[in-house]
């Protein structure tokens, strides 16, 4: 009899500790909220449980050109950069004007890129080669509708100059 007893305690008593301690956790504990919890991060999220560095996007900033650089239209220039999405392309573009209360777009450099940190340009004027100032101006879309602005994040280079040749 002992034998059957312990026989059937071994099939038996899994399946009553699972009754027993088995219990519905849904509604006992929040979802995760993957995301970025490093404060210096442009998309820093409070309500982050899960840190994925790897979804951090840091504010851009300029390698080059830097201040009171002077490229040679029709030179390839490498314009430099950090920060921003490297999963989210973005668009280059150039700037004139006397000061920032003027700038006018004088041309898309590239429209979308990969964000890798550089790219070569042909520099060109777009037509406009004045003495005025210029920068270059990246931009990401961090949702893809154009009608909202704050869903781009902007960073304009150091003034620079754009010679003829």
């Given at each position: 009899m002992?034998?059957?007893?312990?026989?059937?305690?071994?099939?038996?008593?899994p399946i009553?500790?699972?009754?027993l301690?088995s219990?519905?956790?849904e509604?006992?504990?929040?979802?995760?909220?993957?995301?970025?919890c490093d404060?210096?991060a442009?998309?820093?999220n409070s309500?982050?449980?899960v840190?994925?560095?790897?979804?951090c996007?840091?504010?851009f900033?300029f390698?080059?050109p830097?201040d009171?650089?002077?490229?040679?239209?029709?030179?390839?220039?490498?314009?430099q950069?950090?920060?921003?999405?490297?999963?989210i392309?973005?668009?280059?573009?150039?700037?004139?004007?006397?000061?920032?209360?003027?700038?006018?777009i004088?041309?898309?450099?590239i429209?979308?890129?990969?964000?890798i940190?550089?790219?070569d340009w042909?520099?060109?004027?777009?037509?406009?080669?004045s003495?005025?100032?210029?920068?270059?101006?990246i931009?990401q879309?961090?949702?893809?509708?154009?009608?909202?602005?704050y869903?781009?994040?902007?960073?304009?280079?150091?003034?620079?100059?754009?010679i003829?040749?």
């Open positions: 002992l034998l059957l007893l312990n026989f059937n305690m071994r099939y038996i008593l009553l500790i699972l009754t301690f219990c519905d956790f509604s006992e504990t929040q979802e995760d909220i993957l995301g970025c404060e210096l442009w998309n820093y309500d982050t449980t840190h994925d560095n790897n979804l996007i840091y504010a900033e390698l080059n830097l009171e650089d002077e490229w040679e239209e029709d030179s390839l220039q490498t314009i950069w950090t920060g921003g999405s490297i999963d392309p973005l668009k280059i573009s150039l700037i004139s004007g006397t000061d920032e209360s003027d700038w006018v004088l041309g898309t450099i429209l979308e890129t990969e964000n940190g550089s790219y042909v520099v060109n004027c777009f037509g406009e080669c003495d005025d100032s210029k920068w270059i101006s931009q879309d961090y949702n893809g509708v154009e009608d909202d602005e869903s781009f994040q902007y960073v304009y280079s150091n003034p620079f100059s754009i003829s040749r």
